[in-house]
Structures are given as C-alpha cells and as structure tokens.
Nanobody
Framework: QVQLVESGGGLVQAGGSLRLSCTAS????????MGWFCQAPGKEREFVAG????????YYTDSVKGRFAISRDNAKNTVYLQMNSLKPEDTAVYYC?????????????????WGQGTQVTVSS
C-alpha cells in the first residue's frame, strides 16, 4: 500500500519560513518524480514545485521562484519543500504527489499518488 505522509505545516508570520517534508512508503521512491501542490479555500489545486526522480531537475511556479526550494533524499524516501519569505497568499493546504516518470508535470491529473495534505497559514 502506497502512502505519502506530509509534515511541517503550521502557522507563521509573513516573512517567516517553514520546511515541509513528505515521506513515501510502499513504492520505489527513486523511480518517481515528485511534486508539491497547494490548494486554498475555493480554489483549484495548483502546482508549486517539482523535482525529477534523478534529482537533477527542478521546476517552480513563477510565484515561488527564489523563495521556495524543493529537494529530495532518495535514501530516506523523502521530498522536502523549503519555504522562505512566506506571504499571506501562500496560505493553503500543501500536498505532495508522485508520478512514475522522468518528466515533471504541472498537471495534478498526471500524478498517481497523493498525501493527505498539511496546512500552511501565513499571517500578515
């Protein structure tokens, strides 16, 4: 049974930082490209960042470039999202997702496995 478990969310003031983690089990982690998505109330789930399975490529949505960094540790079956200079508009539930491909996709429909999400709230 595949499981993705996120952690690290919470309440932070604008300008602060959080580090999200997502640990996978039940799959061969190194074969999966990983993504982080977010969903704010009343909005669709949106792509935030992705990292290829070989860790040599990353991709970010424009609004987080220079502020967020995605990384992975295949030995620990874990992907991270370092979030710096947080803004109130970053407030959302953040999900990690996995797809067995070399390609990073921004389309949430192309990801097979999902975590349960972790809430990030940024106060002004």
């Amino acid at each position: 049974q595949v499981q993705l478990v996120e952690s690290g969310g919470g309440l932070v003031q604008a300008g602060g930082s959080l580090r999200l983690s997502c640990t996978a089990s039940g799959l061969t982690f190194r074969r999966y490209t990983m993504g982080w998505f977010c969903q704010a109330p009343g909005k669709e789930r949106e792509f935030v960042a992705g990292i290829s399975r070989s860790d040599d490529r990353t991709y970010y949505t424009d609004s987080v470039k220079g502020r967020f960094a995605i990384s992975r540790d295949n030995a620990k079956n874990t992907v991270y999202l370092q979030m710096n200079s947080l803004k109130p508009e970053d407030t959302a539930v953040y999900y990690c997702a996995a797809r067995v491909s070399v390609v990073i996709s921004t389309d949430n429909h192309e990801y097979t496995y999902w975590g349960q999400g972790t809430q990030v709230t940024v106060s002004s």
